[in-house]
T-cell receptor, first 112, second 111 residues
């Protein structure tokens, strides 16, 4: 079945460091791919998405490119801030459009 | 309006109580979802409503009973819960195949 694998955390970075959170997927067909962020005590927020191969999603300085050849959707940011500390979930839009599959989540800590 | 509103934010209930969680959205999304999230885990899908009809039930125990009174509202009725049901309950809505808009959740504690 479809699945999503994320790098295990926690990831600890200093402010202004470069961030990469790896995400790979297994899917039949051509799913949409998403990154969600969850700040402490809150629900998830959609951070960015890509709907087809080679699409690049971007938002708030974060980027991810839908790579069909490597079945990956890695999240990157050039310079992280303390306020980026959160849990990041990679997700795959299931067939039929209603069932999203979430990765296990990666916790990011950014130190001042 | 680009929000999903959930009430209450916190709920403590006994194992014999009946309570309801409420969710509201005014984005015109015709798919609405209930998720359960335990600490340090991803959300787990419970129910999906599409056009006010239940389309997915992920084998959730009958002590959880969803209801979709109209296209903007989604309820989750709770009865005779167990302590292991304590979790963050998240409501979300979307267009089919699109990303979700989540509410901030109801943190439920069963005592």
């Amino acid at each position: 079945g479809d699945s999503v694998t994320q790098m295990e955390g926690p990831v600890t970075l200093s402010e202004e460091a470069f961030l990469t959170i790896n995400c790979t997927y297994t899917a039949t067909g051509y799913p949409s791919l998403f990154w969600y962020v969850q700040y402490p005590g809150e629900g998830l927020q959609l951070l960015l998405k890509a709907t087809k191969a080679d699409d690049k999603g971007s938002n708030k300085g974060f980027e991810a490119t839908y790579r069909k050849e490597t079945t990956s959707f890695h999240l990157e940011k050039g310079s992280v801030q303390v306020s980026d500390s959160a849990v990041y979930f990679c997700a795959l839009g299931g067939t039929g459009g209603f069932k999203t599959i979430f990765g296990a989540g990666t916790r990011l800590f950014v130190k001042a | 309006d680009t929000e999903v509103t959930q009430t209450p934010k916190h709920l403590v209930m006994g194992m014999t109580n009946k309570k309801s969680l409420k969710c509201e959205q005014h984005m015109g999304h015709r798919a609405m979802y209930w998720y359960k999230q335990k600490a340090k885990k991803p959300p787990e899908l419970m129910f999906v409503y599409s056009y006010e009809k239940l389309s997915i039930n992920e084998s959730v125990p009958s002590r959880f009973s969803p209801e979709c009174p109209n296209s903007s509202l989604l309820n989750l009725h709770l009865h005779a819960l167990q302590p292991e049901d304590s979790a963050l309950y998240l409501c979300a809505s979307s267009r089919p195949g699109d990303g979700y808009t989540f509410g901030s959740g109801t943190r439920l504690t069963v005592v």
